[in-house]
């Protein structure tokens, strides 16, 4: 890794292209052949790109992506499923602690006290080695590892970024509540980079007619956590920018 200074760029990483798509547009970034986006905020250099669902893809992702670009921070966005009652769609968590369901490792962002304009950090985010998409699912996890919120990268982002010495800093949407539940088959018509399976999804809607409208509501909340997600993002990448 190249020594980081004042032209280092900051990091803004995701699992999905849904997650950090309306903050390209937002922010102007173009994309390179490598599928990695690049811009400017306020005089300072961005650089964002996907990951890829879960902690394998999400870790080897970053390693690469902070090797190559040495960012002076990096920003980890996305949707989350909530763990605790009383978070509901659109609620924006900033752990204070991140934890991975995985290893119990735990990561506390180095950038907390520098996201003026973002909800204050607080609370915990687990991040799972598999989807949590029953009410079961998400009581146990809550049990186990006393969390508000549960992801599948965020913990893999924190141990690439402390590892090689980044500072950073984690932003979830809640896009299902604690008592939500989502149909394992709802996972297969995307891939691990979230594109659509479009015949997939014409298959599974044919089979299982009833199902529409629960897919429906799930596509509305993603919508609505992007939306917030992608506003509390921007507060964050404009203090992120101002900082020296």
């Known amino acids: 890794m190249t020594a980081r200074d004042g032209t280092a760029p900051l990091l803004v990483v995701a699992a999905l292209a849904i997650e950090l798509a309306p903050l390209v547009r937002r922010l102007g970034l173009a994309r390179d052949a490598a599928g990695t986006w690049h811009g400017a905020r306020r005089g300072a250099r961005i650089v964002a790109a996907t990951t890829g669902i879960g902690l394998a893809r999400a870790r080897a992702t970053t390693d690469a992506l902070l090797r190559a670009h040495a960012p002076r921070a990096a920003l980890a966005i996305g949707i989350a499923g909530a763990l605790r009652r009383g978070l509901a769609v659109g609620d924006v968590v900033v752990p204070a602690d991140v934890v991975d369901g ?77 008592d939500s539940e989502i149909a394992a088959e709802a996972l297969l018509l995307t891939d691990a980079e979230g594109r659509p399976r479009i015949g997939a999804a014409l298959r599974h809607v044919l089979r299982h007619p009833a199902s529409v409208p629960a897919l429906v509501r799930l596509g509305r909340d993603t919508r609505t956590a992007v939306a917030r997600l992608t506003k509390v993002s921007i507060a964050i990448v404009d203090a992120l920018c101002e900082r020296p």
């Open 102 to 178: 995985a290893s119990g490792a735990r990561f506390q962002p180095m950038l907390a006290q520098t996201a003026l304009g973002a909800p204050r950090p607080s609370g915990r985010l687990v991040s799972a080695p598999a989807a949590a998409l029953t009410r079961a699912d998400k009581a146990e996890l809550r049990r186990r590892h006393e969390a508000d919120a549960v992801d599948m990268e965020s913990a893999a982002i924190a141990d690439a970024c402390e590892r090689a010495g980044v500072p950073w800093l984690c932003a979830r949407s809640i896009s299902d509540d604690a």
